[in-house]
């Protein structure tokens, strides 16, 4: 059963109105019924929830290799209005996740595979991308913006707090093939801008395909959550080298008819 308090939290934000703003990831206008001071309480409090539901990594090398990582790519993003975090869940699971509000995770699993830093650094700029084109908070208000029309109640609630669980059931969801495109178009970005090898993203995404074919499908692999490998392989290849190779053609002519 869906919580009232997301009913109330629904209905708080449809009476706020929307603010339009200008997105510099996505270089659009965008129009957003979250302002940055809701999205980092949306984004504490669910970290608070994942803290409590994962184990979390505290090996001092592992955290200063991601942490130096990520202080690169946040120095060259396109948002500066937020402060950034990254956790290692201590899970063997090839996945990352970011959150609304700053907050990047990635599964010790993934770690292990990674064959270098410039790899590693291409899966948190990809990350870094999805805060800041402000995925996640369009998911959620997509979400919400859905189960207005499904749950009636008669009181309301204006406390963020009240979304954290369904934000948490949800954090698992798939990103449209849209916003993974729009982020490792980022991630390109941010590694050039940063120092990192780009090519190197496109190379990893070859191991995780390589690895999604040997094994079964599972929950919360990063190809269930992260779609597409090959046509992301061609998406940064392109974005890296600004032309294609015939299969990599093929890849996005196959989008380009979803």
């Known amino acids: 059963m ?6 109330y939290l629904v209905l708080t934000m449809m009476l706020s109105g929307c603010a339009t703003e200008f997105n510099l990831a996505t270089g659009r206008e965008e129009s957003l019924l979250y302002g940055t001071e809701k999205e980092i309480k949306i984004g504490e409090s669910v970290d608070a929830k994942i803290q409590q539901e994962y184990k979390i990594v505290e090996d001092v090398d592992v955290n200063e290799r991601v942490e130096q990582i990520l202080e690169r790519i946040v120095e060259v993003c396109d948002r500066k209005d937020l402060v950034y975090f990254i956790r290692v869940i201590d899970e063997d699971i090839m996945n990352a996740l970011s959150l609304p509000g700053g907050y990047v995770y990635i599964f ?3 770690i292990d595979k990674v064959e270098n830093d410039d790899q590693l650094a291409g899966v948190i700029a990809h990350e870094v991308g999805h805060i800041t084109a402000k995925h996640g908070i369009k998911r959620l208000q997509s979400a919400y913006g859905a189960l207005l029309l499904q749950i009636a109640s008669t009181q309301t609630n204006p ?6 669980n369904f934000a948490l059931t949800s954090l698992f969801l798939e990103y449209s093939q849209k916003a993974e495109f729009e982020s490792d178009k980022l991630a390109v970005k941010y590694m050039k801008k940063a120092g990192y090898d780009p090519q190197e993203m496109a ?5 995780l395909q390589e690895d999604q074919d040997k094994k079964p499908l599972q929950q919360y692999t990063y190809w269930r959550t992260h779609p597409h490998i090959p046509q992301r392989i061609s998406v940064v290849n392109q974005e890296v080298k600004g032309t294609l190779e015939f ?3 093929l890849n996005l002519m196959e989008v380009n008819h979803y």
């Open 2 to 7: 869906i919580p009232r308090l997301l009913c």
């Open 108 to 110: 010790k699993g993934l």
């Open 159 to 164: 406390q963020v707090a009240g979304g954290v």
């Open 203 to 207: 190379k990893f995404l070859k191991i």
């Open 247 to 249: 299969k990599d053609y």
